[in-house]
Structures are given as C-alpha cells and as structure tokens.
C-alpha cells in the first residue's frame, strides 16, 4: 500500500499532492467522527436514566476530537509528502507539539467524564449527604491538582523539542540553588496555600456545599481551589478567602458531622403567662410543619429579668436552611397566640403610684 502511495505520488506535481494529503486526513478525520457519534449516540438514547457515561464522553470529546483525529492520520501520512528538510522538519515538530496538546487535553477530558460519573455516583442532592460532600471535596482538589500538574508537564515536553530551550533549561541548572532560595521566599504563602489546601482535602475541616459562619457571616462553601475557597453568602455575595485561612482561624461549621441542626427562638412575656398552655401550643405547630423533623420540641423559661421572662423555643431540623424557615414560622404564631389569648401576658411595664395623705406627705 505504502508503495503503491509512493508511486502514485511522483506522478502527480508537489504541491498537488501534498495538499490532497491535508485534505485527506481533514476528510477521514471527519468522516471517522461522523459515523462514530452517530453510533455512540444511537446507543446512549437506550439509557433512559438523567445520567449517561456515554453522554458524558460525547459532551466532553465531541470538539477536541474534530481536530485530534486529522492530526493523527496527518502525522501518519507526513512521511509520504514531498518536502524540502527544513520544511518538513518545521511540519514533523508542529505535528508533534499539536498532538501533544491534544493528548494533554484529551486527558484532562477523561478526568472530566469520570468527574460527572462521581457526580451522579456521590449525589449531593439527597438531605443526608455527609459521605457525598467528603468525597467530592476531595474530588474537586484532585481534579484541579491533576489538570494543573498535566498543563506544566505538557508545556514542558513542548519546550524540550526546542534545542535552544533544553540550553536555556541547562543554564538555569546552574543556578538553581541561588533561584530556588529566592522563588522559596517569594512563594511562601502561594506554597503554604497549596500544602493547606492538600490538609483540607484529605483532614476535611470543610468540605464542599458545607454552610459555614466565617468573618461574621453565614454561607455555603461554593468552591475549593488550590489557594483560595469562595464562600457562596446567603444574599448571594461571594467571600473569598485564602485555603490556609481555614488552617489558621476559628470559624463556624454547621455540617461537620451532619446537616441536623437546632433552632432557637427566644419570646420575652410577662410573668403571667401560663408556660403550659405555650409549651401545648408550640407542639401543636410544630406537628402541622413538615420543616420540623420530629426530634426535639422544647419550651423552658431560660432567665428572668426586672419586667420580663425568657422564653426558649427550641427544635430539630434536617438543615439550617429548613431551622431558619421554621424558627420565624414559631417565632411569628407564637406571637399571635399570645397576642390572641393572653394579651395582658405581654411585656409590659409598672409604675406603681403610693397614695398621698390631707397633708400632702
């Protein structure tokens, strides 16, 4: 075959024949895609389930795979084309970086489809979803660490097909140890942030989708990157903050070991009110909401004061989110239940009048 090529070739004029050797590999290249997607769709249509590991390799390989393809089948048909040396040196070495910068990419690709598989296998969706937010808290920092380490090895492997980059490479060899001193003092938080991030993804004092309370402050952890961590702010305004700031500060983690959480609301009454008839009442509410998870219900007198009495209302719920809705749901009936049947229980204040004798004393 490789004969036959090479005969056909010396009957035809150069340029002719290199430029039916491009648009060969362009036309095999898009006439391999365009019977394999077909397929590979056809066969993914069968799967009636929201995911489909067949969609996820569509979706992610669909582009690169337009231009990986002809370069392969180019690269294998370079040796057939009719070249001066330097002209076919300068192709052989293009042909070389573009492919290595498709693999790169073609890997960072495979990580994605098996992020999406993870994705659909640890569903974060469901109310209990502490095992699920571990492992793509982690997930998600190697994924990052990986893509990242993939960019500087292939920039790398471009730069050593360079003979006067592999020199400059040897020169800066040399001083190394005097480089080194000065890129360890200038990067001293950048390292600090990555080592911190690598104790965050695998100790786990946040992980993804945890609601936390930092820097006063309540949100949910949107993103961990290798040196910073978005926190998504209830009013929809992001905190960013440094990794190691969770290495080195207090804050608050409402979901370190699971999403149940208490809600607390304080109501300050006169001394009058029967306890009783609030603690039936707030039962009664809490019964008729679906927020409430059935754990805890209890109503005590927490403090008294010179003209009020505390009141805590205290109840379970399978997140914060649901605690906030439930404890203004609590906060405002009780109100009108008090305000309905004991509205001389409110907080109020006395003055009391001493009467005054015929002589004015």
């Not at 360079?162 to 800066?172: D, H, N, Q």
């Not at 370190?256 to 001394?271: N, Q």
Request: with cysteine; aromatic share 10%.
């Amino acid at each position: 075959m490789m004969q036959y090529l090479q005969d056909l070739s010396h009957k035809m004029p150069y340029w002719v024949w290199n430029i039916a050797i491009v648009l060969f590999s362009i036309l095999i290249g898009i006439l391999i895609k365009s019977i394999l997607v077909p397929i590979v769709k056809h066969q993914s249509q069968k799967q009636e389930a929201t995911y489909s590991f067949i969609k996820s390799i569509i979706k992610h390989f669909n582009k690169i795979l337009t231009v990986f393809i002809p370069i392969l089948i180019f690269s294998a048909l370079l040796p057939l084309m009719q070249l001066t040396a330097s002209t076919r040196l300068i192709l052989s070495k293009t042909t070389e970086i573009l492919i290595t910068l498709c693999f790169s990419i073609v890997i960072i690709r495979i990580l994605r489809v098996s992020e999406d598989y993870l994705y659909h296998r640890f569903d974060m969706s469901k109310e209990n979803n502490l095992r699920e937010r571990k492992i793509r808290t982690q997930m998600v920092f190697i994924r990052k660490l990986l893509i990242t380490l993939i960019v500087i090895i292939t920039i790398a492997i471009i730069l050593l097909n360079f003979e006067s980059m592999r020199k400059i490479g040897a020169g800066l060899l040399t001083g190394v140890g005097i480089g080194g001193i000065i890129i360890g003092f200038a990067a001293q938080k950048s390292l600090g942030n990555l080592l911190a991030g690598f104790q965050i993804a695998f100790t786990q004092p946040i992980r993804m989708d945890d609601v936390l309370v930092v820097e006063g402050e309540w949100g949910k952890v949107e993103e961990i990157n290798l040196t910073y961590v978005v926190v998504n702010i209830w009013d929809k305004r992001r905190l960013v903050l440094p990794i190691n700031y969770f290495i080195e500060k207090p804050f608050q983690n409402w979901t370190r070991t699971t999403a149940e959480i208490l809600g607390t609301v304080f109501i300050y009454t006169d001394f009058t009110i029967p306890i009783e008839n609030l603690r039936q009442q707030l039962t009664e509410l809490l019964k008729q909401n679906r927020l409430w998870d059935g754990k805890v219900n209890v109503l005590q007198v927490t403090d008294l004061r010179e003209q009020t009495m505390e009141i805590r209302c205290l109840m379970s719920c399978r997140n914060s989110g649901q605690a906030f809705d439930l404890r203004c749901y609590i906060r405002e009936e009780m109100i009108n239940y008090i305000k309905t049947n004991f509205p001389e229980a409110l907080t109020k204040t006395r003055i009391s009048f001493n009467s005054i004798n015929d002589k004015g004393v």
